[in-house]
């Protein structure tokens, strides 16, 4: 199965001072790589690469996620997000578009999450997502 991996769980894999063993998410989406598993939004692209200050440092990491090529999104993607938004809402739940557009996807498609995040969650309990179980 594929797994839509959230901007949290790339943040944490890619910081320069952070021991891989430290963390089970960071483990898990080696293996996910290496299984060819990994399934990337544009918008979680764009936030991963957002606020690298240093040119080198911005186009290494820009060439290295570049292995993995965007989900396609369509209509239907970003009308289920927005419906995720107003049932979590009508919940007493925020989220960000993003996080909702990731959700989306992953329930149009069948495909897990894997998020550091705890808002996912908390959106599982009302929409119909299955997060990856580190």
């Given amino acids: 199965m594929k797994v839509i991996v959230d901007t949290s769980v790339w943040s944490l894999a890619l910081r320069r ?3 891989v063993d430290d963390s ?9 790589i290496t299984d060819g598993r990994v399934v990337l939004l544009g ?4 936030k991963v690469l957002s ?3 240093d040119a080198n440092q ?3 990491l820009k060439n290295y996620l570049r292995a993995f090529p965007n989900l396609e999104l369509d209509m239907e993607d970003y009308e289920l997000a927005s419906e995720f938004y ?3 809402r009508s919940n007493g739940i925020q989220g960000a578009n993003t996080d909702f557009l990731i ?11 894997i998020s550091t995040d705890k808002d996912f969650e908390n959106f599982s309990q009302h929409i119909p997502i299955t997060l990856f179980q580190c």
């Fill in 24 to 32: 089970p998410h960071v483990a898990v989406l080696r293996e996910l």
């Fill in 51 to 53: 606020g690298i200050r």
């Fill in 103 to 113: 959700c989306s996807a992953a329930a149009r498609r069948n495909y897990t999450i």
């Fill in 86 to 88: 107003n049932i979590c």
């Fill in 17 to 19: 001072n952070y021991k």
């Fill in 43 to 46: 918008a979680v692209r764009q």
């Fill in 58 to 60: 911005y186009n290494q």
